[in-house]
């Protein structure tokens, strides 16, 4: 098979910090400390470390090696990789008809219905759906990303103008819901966020994202550990950091273990394009096992150094951090005001600066998934898919900046979008995406991925892609075989003992991977598992 000349990456650091620009976002930063406040801290911390290592990293290193193996975009991909149209796909088609039957019967006709669809696709395209199917998550996720940015980036801009006077929530939150209900001013925001998403791939992989990457990464680093420092050093602050981090083993329930897990791969971008995407262009003397163990450390210590910064601040200055996901854009700003000694804006604007490059590198990474693919497919110049993809996902972003809107900010057309937009708004379009995307997209695309490696490309030709074998023969006992591995070379070591790196990432990949994201599908979906 011809495979065709492709952009490199430059270095692997460039490489592990574009993956890490893409992990590192709103789920670290914001996401990750407010379900970790309510789940039990360091109990929590606990299980999520856990499933990162057993469950996301393997699902990581099976994208990459997708995506270097192939050098194609995911749809791509996949096609190529299954080269004979498998029975399993067949078999998970009939799946899908059946899931979407029992989510039928309990009710959940909307998920019935795209389940239905999607097993339609799979039985047409086999696995080749799976790549699409997260190609298309990749682009709803970046079309809300994006408005959530635009908010970002006008908290940067009304910190630094000093208009984040607010020393109490509820004046931040007066503040928010004015910002958030202005439509024009939110779209404008949202255009100019993508804007700048675009503009950072617009020039390639290597003088694109990967030099991006290379300044954004180490600022948004300092800009933490500043926040940190400023953070723990606040008087009461201690009670953040208990907060934070004591493991408390009551407060943490089944619902919270699988919160862990779906985090787990929402913290990594897994299951939605992007791994592979960016694995196409990783050249092959590259080590793909060390490149994904730093992505990993990089996502979980800032997503650790997050919580360490944000606890601490909202605890000394008395405010309570339960309320989940207002904190940012509500008691974080009042938190800020009211910090000892003035420059509460300074501080309020790097913390938004922060978030900005957080946001920025992840929309990006999503972004160049939908150009990778027209660039592949359709054979068309960067720029044009550039373009390209800014009208289409900008103008579909469109939809959510108004979804939040409050329609006396439109004199004149207000009630045209009042009967064109009504029904959208009625049903909360931004929290519908989110949550489709995140509970029901991301783990099937995640499930379909580890099955397919595991199944039907099998573990023993992916694990050479992640070229950490060596030496000679192993010996042929269970563990080799079950992991998928019989016959294949892998540590000297192994003829001794049969579990090695490679065999562990074989069983985690075929068993317990699938078992255990299927769980949390039907979990995600409300099918009570008991
Ligand atoms: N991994 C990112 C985070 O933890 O914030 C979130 C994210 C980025 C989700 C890109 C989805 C995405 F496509
Ligand atoms: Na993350």
């Known amino acids: 098979m011809e495979v065709k000349k492709r952009e490199n990456w430059g270095s692997t650091l460039g490489f592990v910090l574009a993956i890490a620009g893409s992990a590192i976002g709103l789920g670290n930063v914001w996401k990750f400390p407010y379900i970790t406040g309510q789940n039990g801290g360091g109990a929590f911390v606990l299980v999520y470390l856990f499933c990162i290592f057993l469950l996301g990293m393997p699902i990581m290193l099976c994208e990459m090696a997708i995506g270097r193996k192939t050098r194609q975009n995911p749809y791509g991909a996949f096609r190529m990789l299954e080269v004979r149209r498998s029975r399993l796909s067949k078999v998970l088609g009939w799946l899908l008809i059946g899931m979407g039957l029992v989510m039928l019967c309990s009710g959940k006709w909307g998920f019935a219905l795209l389940t239905f669809a999607a097993s339609a696709l799979v039985l047409k395209l086999g696995f080749a759906a799976v790549g699409l199917f997260s190609l298309f998550a990749a682009m709803l996720i970046l079309s809300y990303y994006s408005v959530i940015g635009g908010w970002i980036v006008e908290y ?154 944000i606890f601490p601040a909202v605890f000394a200055m008395g405010f309570d951090p339960s309320d989940g996901p207002s904190l940012i854009f509500k008691v974080l700003p009042a938190t800020f005001y009211n910090f000892p000694g003035g420059f509460g804006w300074l501080w309020a604007g790097l913390f938004f600066l922060m978030l900005t490059i957080a946001a920025l590198t992840s929309a990006a990474s999503l972004f160049e998934c939908g150009v990778t693919f027209l660039i592949d497919q359709l054979g068309l110049k960067r720029s044009v898919a550039v373009i390209l993809c800014y009208v289409g996902i900008g103008g579909f972003g469109v939809l959510t900046s108004v979804s939040c809107a409050t329609w006396e900010h439109l004199p004149g057309v207000h009630g045209v979008l009042e009967y064109v937009f009504g029904e959208v708004k009625s049903k909360n379009w931004f929290v519908l995406l989110d949550y489709v995307t995140s509970n029901w997209m991301l783990p099937l695309s995640g499930l379909f991925t580890a099955i397919f490696v595991g199944w039907v490309w099998t573990t023993r030709k992916a694990g050479r892609e992640l070229r950490i074998s060596a030496g000679s023969l192993v010996d042929e006992n269970l563990i080799t075989y079950l992991s998928g591995f019989r016959g294949e070379p892998l540590y000297r070591s192994s003829r001794n003992h049969g579990l090695t790196v490679m065999t562990l990432w074989g069983l985690l990949v075929r068993f317990v991977a699938p078992v255990v994201i299927l769980a949390l599908f039907l979990q995600s979906i409300g099918v009570n598992l008991g």
């Open 156 to 309: 940067v801009y009304k910190a630094f103008s000093g208009q984040l006077n607010v020393p109490d929530v509820e004046s931040a939150e007066k503040l928010f819901s004015d910002f958030i209900g202005n439509p024009m001013q939110v779209t404008r925001w949202h255009l100019l966020f993508l804007g700048l998403a675009a503009l950072m791939i617009w020039c390639g992989i290597r003088n694109g994202i990967e030099r991006w990457s290379k300044i954004l990464m180490p600022t948004l680093f300092f800009l933490l550990v500043a926040l940190l420092l400023r953070g723990v050093t606040l008087s009461g602050a201690s009670k953040g950091v208990a907060f934070f981090l004591t493991p408390d083993f009551s407060k943490l329930t089944a619902a919270g273990a699988l919160e862990a897990l779906g985090h787990a791969f929402y913290t990594l971008s897994l299951g939605m394009a992007i791994t592979i995407t960016y694995g196409s262009y990783l050249g092959r003397d590259k080590n793909i096992f060390t490149s994904a163990l730093w992505v990993v450390l990089l996502d979980t210590g800032a997503a650790l150094l997050a919580g360490l910064a």
